[in-house]
């Protein structure tokens, strides 16, 4: 009689996705990844196009669901603004359609060309979902297109944090002794100074520009990733299996390598979501700055930054770049907490 298959998911995975925050954070990280990865499809603008006669134009005005003769579907009006700033909404009504041809864009290195866009006007007009900045561009194709921007920062921003941060505390925390001593004295004085605070005393020094902003805000998150693994490494190097496979003969790198890593894959897979979201948020914030990304690129921080100036005549300019730095960073944070209680094995089956 044949053995019977367990083909039941494992603990961890039921238990991450048992919670509807966790389902939220997936669904948040998803839409963001597919946003980044995709934003010249999905905007139907070049983010830089400029249209001085729709400056300031607010988002969601001359929209209907129905058309000139009662039909269905979704119908825009041509919006601009006047010389003295009042909105003109013309007569005319022109329908959203979906899968069309428009700007033609370049994307992954010029790997992609195309002038394909999901959705777009069926006509001689421009429309703004979510209306327009101080230069008439379309605030919803640079939220696409800086999508990918903040993707980037926080993944370069967490790999320097991997790259150099986990292989400290893992030397430290194994080696102990006076090594120990001057790796943790270290990551002390870098933690005496606040994240953001750290990030902008590193762009200040390296110079403004996004690949200064990935490489200060990836400088501060290492004594973060030093720390957490250095305790679990305490916490690990003494455990019957070290004892075993150091009585086999292993030398002490290949120790680290083939069993305290493996055994510290918990928290530093935890720790990289929560960080992700801090990276993202300390970019974002470098950009309210002005020490992040440069006009005119679609970073959401430089957005934020450029539209509080216009908070009184036109808030939806700094709104929706606000909410979808708190949409991401909310993502990742629900993901993290998710994470956390799933890979821990004291918590509740």
Known sequence: MAAKTNTSPPRWRKKLFSSWLARLGFVLIGLFLFVAAFAPIIAPY???????????????VGMSLTGPEGQ?????????????????????????????RGDAWSWWGGILRSDFHLFGVDGAIKWYPFGADEQGRDIF????????????IG????????????PLGVVSGYAGGRLDLVVQRLVDIMLSFPGILLAIVLVATFGTGLTNVM???GIATIPNYARLVRGSVLSLRDREFVEASKALGNNDWRIMAQHIVPNALSPIIVQSSLQMAIAILFAAGLGFLGLGARPPEPEWGLMLARGREYLATAPHVATFPGLAIMAVALGF?????????????????
Request: glycine share 12%; charged share 15%.
């Open 46 to 60: 070049d983010p830089n196009s400029q249209n001085l006669r729709a400056t300031y134009v607010p988002p969601f």
């Open 72 to 100: 269905l579907g979704l119908w825009v009006r041509e919006i601009n603004r006047t010389p003295l700033g009042e909105v003109m909404i013309g007569e005319t009504q022109y329908p959203v359609k979906l899968f069309v």
């Open 141 to 152: 194709s640079r939220l696409a297109y800086g999508a990918w921007i903040s993707l980037s």
């Open 155 to 166: 993944l370069i921003a967490v790999g320097i944090g991997l790259g150099v941060g986990v």
């Open 215 to 217: 490489i200060a805000v």
């Open 333 to 349: 944070n629900l993901l993290g907490d998710a994470l956390r209680d799933a890979l821990d094995p004291r918590g509740k089956s």
